[in-house]
Nanobody, 120 residues
Framework: QVQLVESGGGLVQAGGSLRLSCAAS????????MGWYRQAPGKQRELVAS??????VYADSVKGRFTISRDNAKNTVYLQMNSLKPEDTAVYYC???????????????WGQGTQVTVSS
């Protein structure tokens, strides 16, 4: 049973910074893709950033402000968010895809979400 647990959300003023963490647990041997999505009230969930062993992708709206990284030994992905704007306010969800476990592969796991609120 794979679980993703996020931490690090909160309330911050515009221009401030937050760092999100997401740790995957279970009988994990490897994870192909880890990423962060967000969903603001009344809007669809959107990709913020994703990372594999060879590629990093960012949404245009966060390029130059957010940095995604991962620690494979800890099965953990991070999102460093700088120069935050009120429009970054959303619930941020961690995603992990193509996870190899001791019993085989699993796909498309989600965390419970963590609230990020940026005040103006």
């Amino acid at each position: 049973q794979v679980q993703l647990v996020e931490s690090g959300g909160g309330l911050v003023q515009a221009g401030g910074s937050l760092r999100l963490s997401c740790a995957a647990s279970g009988s994990i041997l490897s994870i192909n893709t880890m990423g962060w999505y967000r969903q603001a009230p009344g809007k669809q969930r959107e990709l913020v950033a994703s990372i594999t062993s060879s590629r990093i992708v960012y949404a245009d709206s966060v390029k130059g402000r957010f940095t995604i990284s991962r620690d494979n030994a800890k099965n953990t992905v991070y999102l460093q968010m700088n120069s935050l704007k009120p429009e970054d306010t959303a619930v941020y969800y961690c995603n992990a895809d193509r996870i190899r476990t001791i019993i085989g592969y699993g796909f498309d796991y989600w965390g419970q979400g963590t609230q990020v609120t940026v005040s103006s």
